[in-house]
């Protein structure tokens, strides 16, 4: 392993530990002349920040592009960058022309890291201890307050499933704290009685009914539970179901994206036809109004003796 992979790989890492989503795209052929070689990696964000290498100017905003993509629909795929148009398509590949002077194929292939879902537990009950092992086989990120210092606020959001199983120990500080982190589901442990008298708390602490209506309870499916593994599994269950839906409506899965930010601009050099970004773009030129962008400082020189002809 070179130097470079493994730094690529570190920082990978280090964004998987944060809970950050990136993609990691893999060179995995690589035909001359093109710079990139066999087994090159990068890691892309969700804002389009590249870390290491995958090819030049040509090839980099499309591997960019396809790797937001990739985040945005939680999809891996193949991207096929070659001058030879086969004229055939090929299911699960990409493909687009390399049509750049420097040449060459590349196929390059982009994976989505997306963070698991956060499933965080409330107090220190059997019921409470059996969800956090039971959540963490089935692939959940597991926290519970009662059991190790966590920030919370850090971790959990709207892709968060969150359970209060305080069994009547402190239930409403509990339960005011989970609100506080707005999680997509909150279920509480307990009776409708029980929680009759809790929702009366939550009103008088300004919470709106709307929020209140929206606490699952009893927690979980039913499907005659009676042990605290039981009723760990049918709330884990019904995690699942609600955990599918998001997931068909796009909620989870897939990387949260900035819709106020700026989106790559994307456009294509007029004299070999590969996809340039405007906002990283080196070789750019206004005509008549219009931004031009050039992969390479060759392409902007022809273009522009073009003009002089």
Avoid at 47 to 76: I, K, M, N, Y
Wanted: proline letters at 6%; glycine letters at 8%.
């Amino acid at each position: 392993m070179t130097t470079n992979t493994f730094n690529i790989l570190t920082r990978a890492a280090e964004l998987r530990v944060a809970g950050q989503p990136f993609a990691l795209a893999t060179v995995t052929l690589s035909q001359r002349p093109t710079s990139a070689r066999l087994g090159a990696k990068a890691v892309i964000t969700p804002d389009g920040a590249l870390f290491g290498w995958v090819g030049g100017a040509c090839s980099q905003p499309s591997v960019v592009r396809h790797a937001r993509e990739a985040l945005r629909d939680g999809q891996p795929r193949l991207v096929r960058l070659t001058p030879d148009d086969e004229g055939v398509e090929r299911e699960g590949i990409i493909s687009l022309p390399m049509t750049c002077h420097s040449g060459g194929t590349l196929e390059i292939f982009i994976e989505p890291f997306i963070p698991e879902p956060y499933l965080i537990a409330f107090g220190d009950s059997p019921i409470a201890q059996a969800l956090t092992a039971l959540g963490s086989s089935l692939g959940f990120e597991c926290q519970n307050p009662a059991q190790a210092d966590s920030e919370l606020a850090l971790t959990a959001n709207r892709r968060s499933f969150v359970v209060v199983a305080t069994m009547g120990v402190e239930d409403e500080a509990a339960l005011l704290r989970a609100l506080e982190l707005e999680p997509g589901y909150l279920a509480v442990v307990g009776s409708s009685r029980r929680f009759a008298t809790l929702a009366d708390y939550l009103r008088a602490q300004g919470v709106e009914d709307e929020r209140i209506a929206a606490i699952r309870v009893p927690a979980g499916l039913d499907i005659a539970a009676e042990t605290p593994a039981e009723i760990a599994v049918s709330i884990l269950a019904q995690i699942i179901q609600v955990r599918a839906e998001l997931r068909r409506q796009g909620e989870i899965g897939v990387a949260p994206f900035d819709e106020h930010a700026d989106a790559p601009r994307i456009v294509i050099d007029p004299i070999c036809g590969m996809e340039v970004d405007l906002a990283t773009a080196r070789h750019t030129l206004e005509v008549d109004g219009e931004t031009l962008g050039f992969c390479c400082a060759g392409c902007l020189h022809q273009y522009q003796q073009s003009l002089a002809s």
